[in-house]
């Protein structure tokens, strides 16, 4: 089976702008997590999405969304981009209700 | 609520010599605890994980892991170490949460292996 790819892999963008990063799971894999890695933060989880609907939300501020369409695949996305935001998004499937999942190779945003 | 606490930021080893990095937490409830790895420029990816029964587990690549409730604790080792295991290392805590188990990750340990 394929893995989990995330597109774009490299993305500028500029202050107050916004972005749009795409992640298609793993073959009959339903749940779709995203997460931040900064270096100041670390692996930070952003929200998981499980049959279109949001299942769990990390404490990230209202800037950042997400959705699931019906064949799975995942869209993040960032509005109103700050510097902050410069991180590495990562991107992980798992079939529903298992605990192991699997990473993409990661989105890495650069704001200026 | 649950932390993960990687006591070392990094670890220099020569190759061929062994290693353990360390892995503590804490948590109010029964957890599952996992490690992961990332190399340069990719993803995480599964070394191993701890849910239940023989508290030694055994993953990919020659690294094993102990888990020692008593001492909430879950350290990576390895016996002998390759140049190829140059990476970042993650120790996480898995929960239970709005049905879904979601992990809390550690900072992370950067192994470095020396010729």
């Known amino acids: 089976k394929a893995g989990v790819t995330q597109t774009p892999r490299y993305l500028i963008k500029t202050r107050g702008q916004q972005v749009t990063l795409s992640c298609s799971p793993i073959?009959?894999?339903?749940?779709v997590s995203w997460y931040q890695q900064t270096p100041g933060q670390g692996l930070q989880f952003l929200f998981e999405y499980f049959s279109e609907t949001q299942r769990n939300k990390g404490n990230f501020p209202g800037r950042f969304s997400g959705r699931q369409f019906s064949n799975s695949r995942s869209e993040m996305n960032v509005s109103t981009l700050e510097l902050g935001d410069s991180a590495l998004y990562l991107c992980?499937?798992?079939?529903?209700?298992?605990?192991?999942?699997?990473f993409g190779p990661g989105t890495r945003l650069t704001v200026t | 609520a649950q932390s993960v606490t990687q006591l070392d930021s990094q670890v220099p080893v020569f190759e061929e010599a062994p290693v353990e990095l360390r892995c503590n937490y804490s948590s109010s409830v029964s957890v599952y605890l996992f490690w992961y790895v990332q190399y340069p420029n990719q993803g995480l990816q599964l070394l191993l994980k701890y849910l239940s029964g023989s508290t030694l587990v055994k993953g990919i690549n020659g690294f094993e892991a102990e888990f020692n409730k008593s001492q909430t604790s879950f350290h990576l080792r390895k016996p002998s170490v390759h140049i190829s295991d140059t990476a970042e290392y993650f120790c996480a805590v898995i929960l239970l949460s709005g049905g879904s188990y979601i992990p809390t990750f550690g900072r992370g340990t950067s192994l470095i292996v020396h010729p």
């Open positions: 073959s009959g894999h339903r749940s």
């Open positions: 992980a499937s798992k079939e529903g209700g298992g605990a192991e999942q699997y």
